[in-house]
């Protein structure tokens, strides 16, 4: 019933900045976990930032202090800031949302967008 739709993707040259932007459709928006993945073509979807319904954040290694996640409830809406990017940032991002599990774990998630492009040049 829920749906989360992302937006925000493009192309940029190194360097530049980004928005995504993950909207949930629906009369629910309090889930335990909003997280963004990534992935590369032949590649696994793998684990980006998340957010917890208390605002606790989590980030992988190679885009803490570039990327920060935030969430603004009265627009049921999850934000991934993109500084500083970089050609291997290049992936399909996916918004996600879980009630439980592992934070990083892509199985704990059970609600995924469709995923929007990132593509940075070099």
């Known amino acids: 019933q829920v749906q989360l739709v992302e937006s925000g993707g493009g192309s940029v040259p190194a360097g530049g900045s980004l928005r995504l932007s993950c909207v949930a459709s629906?009369?629910?928006?309090?889930?335990?976990?909003m997280a963004w993945f990534r992935q590369v073509p032949g590649g696994d979807r793998e684990f980006v930032a998340a957010i917890s319904r208390t605002d606790g954040t989590w980030y992988d290694g190679p885009t803490k202090g570039r990327f920060t996640i935030a969430r603004d409830n009265t627009k049921n809406t999850v934000y991934l800031n993109m500084y500083a990017l970089k050609a291997e940032d290049t992936a399909v991002y996916f918004c996600a949302a879980a009630e439980y599990g592992y934070i990083s774990d892509r199985n704990s998630y059970k609600l995924w967008g469709q995923g929007t492009q990132v593509t940075v040049s070099s």
């Open positions: 629906g009369r629910t928006f309090n889930f335990e976990f």
